[in-house]
């Protein structure tokens, strides 16, 4: 990279530079100046010294001022050319190696950072990541732990200061600022190792001491682990006074305990072109390795999409299952699990999408001729992502509608993949029904200039659409009603900017109650279609339809970019009640794409879009649980750090759900090489244990003696009781088995042969 690579990147130029290399020979100067000032102020012993609070400089009164600045040597020499030169070469070249060291950790870090995060941010991720703790004001301090890794056996008892001397403080305040009463910066330092009073209502939860439980500020009681770098901490209890030590408090210290808790399989997502488009498996070792590196961790399964593009790229029903065949062979030999997405829409050109797959080109040959068999936007731009569900019923596609075609390729996958049906490897399959597989309208494509958080654009302008329209406002006795509201303002726009979705604007009017009844009701019909013939073709497999979480503007009265999505769910109205009951009616499980993992840093602030992921999320959950229709969900957005893998640990087992509702699966998207990076495959591999219903325990171990001696175990198991049940031991000792049992029924099996123990599980 060259030099000014280097500085666009890290955002810097030559007027930078100079600023800098001025403020190193000011930051000498004022050392001169000082050294001046001391000489003068030897001399002078007996003059006067007043301050101007001004500029904070000092003025002598002593008639010999100059005389013993000049004495002093005090007086300021200049600088060679030859010196700034070589100094600014210096500060260039530091600068340089530190924009390298950057782009390095960005690419390759793995930090939880924004997409805008500066150089602070980065050295902040790196302290924290070194055990140290930087406050948001930028005071950075070493943890308990840390002090007394560098303090040895050397430190001191930690003290708790009297509630007295510590008034309330918020979170935000800096330690310095909490820590009154130190005068100097050595106590300042020493009360790096205090406690600190915690207030009734503290910004973050604490626990007690190790392996024990304790009552949180609302009286419920949680676990705490000592195996768990991000819990471990010291608090201490005063006069049932909670005190906890700040220096080793992360923002979120309490995890839910999930041993014991139902088991959900997890999926892992295949990369989008691990087919390519000569139905070639794109590189069998790669993904070979990385297969059997998610069997080592127990994932359950992967899930793939069958390109409709890829299968039936050239002719109408001749399909090519080749590269398919070869991936669910190496699947099958793997012994895992799969979940089949029939994606009927084009890949690329959408969030997070590296490749790009079309639609078949004979459709792409009939769309020439017919735009309208794609969805239409207000300007007359076609989307062709997907079909139109306009054309579901109309034969224009070489003799066949649109949901024959659809059938007649879930009918050819189902003949072609039979064994793997019999067998029990294919578990699932994902009906695509519009957009990146979602049944939603195309109303926020990014290649048409959407950007978040725009309210979108209603797709209903292609001729059968618009034919429907007025068919529908004409069986209502309104034929004027017959054309999209012409005040929804555009892909970018705000809803208080237009007259449709403002507050008391038309979508709760007369037509506007109207449009949206019938703009839903076409996306309903549509899924009622497909998912009736996918039951024929699939049938006595679980089958399942993607659902996207809109999360922007949902705090808004009209939901706006649900409304340009077709799904009718203002605040007065529930707009997936009915959506559910479709699919209730077939037997389909929900497929919910969770949007609250990470969504924040790749698309903007939550606040500004009114934004609500966990709302939208409950909403959806609860439609869905309240008549008993099974959910999987999957995460929109890539995740490597354990804040998120809790997030959706909480979505998947609430917590409070006095019905102990759960979720059928998770599909985690998606495989990558920065999946398989050590830090992030150990993070990964916790997460699914805990999916599996595994708490958080440690390394476990047994011992075994010889022939007639007794067995010996320890249990990681957090607060629970082990203690014997029975033991099984052959006499050559081949094969033993040990097998302890808790209090909730809960058991420990250690398998050991002649080389002493081969491992042991929590059942």
């Known amino acids: 990279m060259d030099m000014a690579g280097m500085q666009k990147l890290i955002g810097t130029n030559d007027d930078d530079e100079d600023e800098g290399m001025d403020m190193d020979e000011k930051v000498e100067e004022d050392d001169e100046e000082v050294k001046r000032i001391s000489a003068s102020m030897m001399f002078n012993m007996d003059g006067g010294i007043e301050t101007t609070s001004g500029n904070n400089q000092f003025h002598y009164q002593s008639p010999s001022q100059e005389q013993s600045s000049s004495q002093g040597g005090g007086a300021k020499r200049p600088r060679p050319v030859e010196e700034k030169e ?13 924009a390298k060291i950057l782009t390095g950790l960005r690419r390759h870090g793995n930090y939880n950072l924004r997409v805008r995060a500066d150089i602070n941010d980065v050295i902040a991720a790196l302290a924290r990541e070194a055990g140290w703790v930087v406050l948001p004001d930028g005071t950075t301090f070493p943890s308990q732990s840390q002090d007394s890794r560098v303090s040895g056996n050397h430190s001191a008892p930690a003290t708790t200061p ?16 909490v820590c009154t009463g130190f005068q100097s910066a050595v106590e300042y330092n020493a009360c790096q190792g205090k406690g600190v009073f915690v207030p009734v209502t503290p910004p973050y939860d604490v626990s007690c001491s190790k392996h024990s439980h304790i009552s949180s500020t609302v009286g419920s009681r949680v676990e705490v682990s000592d195996d768990d770098p991000l819990i471990s901490t010291s608090v201490n209890t005063a006069a049932d006074i909670q005190v906890v030590d700040p220096t080793s408090c992360p923002s979120r210290l309490i995890e839910q305990d999930f041993a014991g808790t139902p088991y959900i399989p997890v999926y892992v997502m295949l990369p989008l072109g691990v087919i390519n488009m000569k139905c070639e498996l ?8 990385q297969l059997r590196v998610l069997k080592s961790i127990n994932v359950d399964g992967v899930m793939v999409d069958c390109w409709w593009g890829v299968v039936e790229a050239h002719s109408p029903q001749e399909y090519n299952w080749t590269g398919y065949k070869k991936l669910f062979q190496i699947v099958t030999d793997l012994k895992l699990k799969l979940q089949v997405v029939m994606s009927f829409h084009q890949c690329g ?22 735009p309208d068999i794609f969805f239409t936007d207000k300007e007359g731009r076609r989307n062709t992502e997907c079909l139109s569900w306009g054309i579901d019923k109309e034969r224009v596609l070489r003799g066949r509608t649109a949901i024959e075609v659809y059938f007649d390729f879930m009918r050819s996958f189902r003949i072609e993949f039979d064994e793997f049906f019999k067998d029990g490897v294919i578990s699932m399959v994902v009906i695509g029904l519009g957009p990146s597989g979602d049944l939603r309208y195309p109303s926020y494509p990014v290649k048409h200039g959407w950007r978040y958080p725009g309210v979108g654009e209603f797709q209903c302008y292609d001729q059968y659409l618009l034919k429907s329209l007025q068919k529908a406002a004409e069986a209502r006795g309104h034929s004027f009603w017959g054309k999209p509201p012409t005040n929804a303002g555009f892909y970018n726009s705000r809803p208080n900017e237009t007259g449709f979705f403002c507050d008391g604007g038309d979508y709760d009017g007369y037509y506007g109650r109207f449009f949206l009844n019938w703009y839903s009701r076409v996306l309903i019909d549509h899924g009622d279609l497909v998912l009736l013939l996918a ?31 077709g799904f009718y769910n203002p605040c007065n ?57 099974p959910v999987a969900s999957e995460n929109s957005v890539p995740c490597h750090h354990r804040e998120g893998y809790n997030k959706i640990l909480e979505t998947a087992k609430p917590n409070h759900d006095p019905d102990r509702r759960h ?15 050590r830090q992030n495959l150990t993070e990964f591999e916790r997460f699914v244990k805990r ?57 420990m099996v250690v398998r050991a042969g002649r080389g002493g123990v081969r491992g042991w599980g929590v059942r």
Request: proline content about 3%; overall charge neutral; glycine content about 12%.
């Open 162 to 177: 009297s509630p007295q001397v510590l008034p309330q403080q918020t979170q935000a305040a800096s330690l310095k600022e």
């Open 349 to 370: 050109g959408n969030f997070l999408d590296d490749v790009c797959i079309p639609l078949p080109l004979w459709v792409a040959e009939i769309g020439h001729s017919n």
């Open 86 to 98: 070589r100094t600014k070469l210096r500060e260039r070249h530091r600068r340089a190696i530190t």
């Open 663 to 677: 979720l059928l699966s998770y599909a985690y998207q998606r495989l990558s090489l920065q999946l398989t990076e």
């Open 573 to 629: 109205r529930d707009g997936y009640a009915t959506v559910m009951s479709m699919l209730k009616k077939h037997g389909v499980a929900l497929e919910f794409s969770t949007s609250d993992i990470g969504m924040s840093g790749e698309l903007g602030d939550y606040s500004e879009a009114l934004a609500d992921p966990a709302g939208v999320a409950w909403q959806v959950l609860n439609a869905a649980w309240d008549i008993s229709l």
């Open 691 to 747: 999916m599996h219903g595994g708490g958080r325990w440690s390394q476990g171990c047994a011992q075994s003696g010889g022939v007639g001696r007794s067995w010996c175990a320890q249990s990681g198991g957090v607060g629970r009781s082990w203690w014997w049940v029975g033991v099984d031991r052959s006499e050559d000792g081949r094969l033993g088995m040990v097998r302890q049992m808790d209090r909730a029924g809960w058991s």
């Open 535 to 565: 039951k024929l073709a699939f049938e006595g497999t679980y089958i399942a339809a993607k659902l996207p979480g809109i999360h922007w503007w949902y705090k808004s009265a009209s939901h706006a970019a649900e409304l340009t999505s």
């Open 282 to 289: 794109s590189d069998p070792d790669g993904t070979l390795k």
